[in-house]
């Protein structure tokens, strides 16, 4: 079995001589629920994991290892499809969102994303603008733009994310 969420999370930050306080600092999220994250007692939400890996900077998806650990753990799977190669100008991702998933607020970061559903449907804020994409349907937008992707049905939706950023 592999390295958890929280304790990826927590080599990363050590490995980068980085303290739970300037992690703190640089992402706006309290000591304590970073704590609680590298302990694997609290889940992190997409955007708090992506405002992580920024201030580790990384990308969030040094995360994931695809492992199955994932799926009791957190609302979402988040898969990287790059076969660890390095350097890439772009990171190909699978997403799955579970049924009602919908924690979480806009994110940004600089680059772009590209998202193609495979299953059921993902809901996505882009500003102040929703919008349906289901099975087959795709979107391309500017990541510096305020977006969150979410689950309002009862299945579990499945994309594929393609990002620079």
């Not at 580790?56 to 290892?65: C, D, V």
Request: net charge negative; proline share 4%; charged share 25%.
């Amino acid at each position: 079995m592999g390295e958890s969420l929280g304790q990826k999370v927590r080599n990363i930050r050590k490995r980068e001589k980085m303290t739970l306080k300037e992690l703190s600092e640089k992402t706006g999220v309290s000591i304590s629920f970073l704590s609680q994250v590298e302990l694997n007692k609290s889940s992190a939400t997409l955007e708090t994991l992506r405002k992580i890996a920024d201030a580790l900077h990384i990308h969030p998806s040094a995360f994931f290892n695809g492992e199955e650990e994932q799926e009791e753990m957190l609302p979402f799977t988040y898969e990287d499809l790059s076969k660890n190669v390095k350097d890439a100008s772009f990171k190909p991702l699978k997403i799955m969102l579970k049924p009602f998933e919908n924690r979480g607020e806009n994110i940004q970061h600089a680059g772009h994303e590209f998202i193609y559903v495979l299953k059921g449907e993902v809901c996505i804020t882009l500003e102040n603008e929703k919008f349906i994409l289901q099975e087959g349907q795709s979107t391309f937008y500017n990541s510096m733009r305020p977006h969150y992707w979410r689950n309002d049905t009862a299945e579990p939706c499945v994309f594929l994310v393609v990002t620079n950023g």
